[in-house]
């Protein structure tokens, strides 16, 4: 029901990029490509990882020449794996038309070359290396309560 609820608001904020397919990584893509697919009533499919530190359409899944493809995250932090996924679109031959996330915790500081990016919501997280975490420096074990 909830991936339901907010796969119908980035529909909303969506459509007008008019995608014929809505592509996800695995694994936090994968449901998100297909209900979104279904809310825009086009093909949802997902790029697995390639073994050479990439992604890549498997499965069958192919994506006609300039086939618009809109990429679907659940969470954006770095934005590796979306940018994975843009990669495999491209390779494809596809042409992706935007970036759609559950959440965008980079602060707006990821962008995707030009393309639009919607976040159902934003959350600001600051998020550390662990050379520059001053608790991982002063040794404070990670707890779970």
């Known amino acids: 029901m909830q991936t339901e609820a907010v796969c119908r608001k980035l529909a909303a904020a969506t459509r007008a990029l008019a995608p014929a397919t809505v592509a996800g990584p695995t694994t936090g893509g994968v449901i998100l490509a297909y209900e979104l697919a279904r809310q825009l009533g ?3 499919i997902f790029a697995e990882r390639d073994g050479a530190g990439g992604r890549a359409f498997q499965r069958d899944f192919r994506l006609a020449a300039g086939e618009r493809v809109l990429v679907v995250d659940d969470i954006l932090t770095s934005g590796a794996s979306v ?6 679109v491209e390779a494809g031959g596809g042409v992706s038309v935007g970036v759609a996330v559950i959440v965008d915790r980079s602060g707006g500081a990821v962008a995707f070359a030009g393309l639009p990016l919607v976040a159902a919501t934003e959350y600001a997280l600051t998020t550390y290396a662990p050379d520059e975490c001053a608790q991982c420096r002063a040794g404070v074990p990670l707890t779970v309560t």
Do not use: F
């Open 42 to 44: 086009v093909r949802g």
């Open 83 to 88: 940018r994975d996924t843009l990669a495999a």
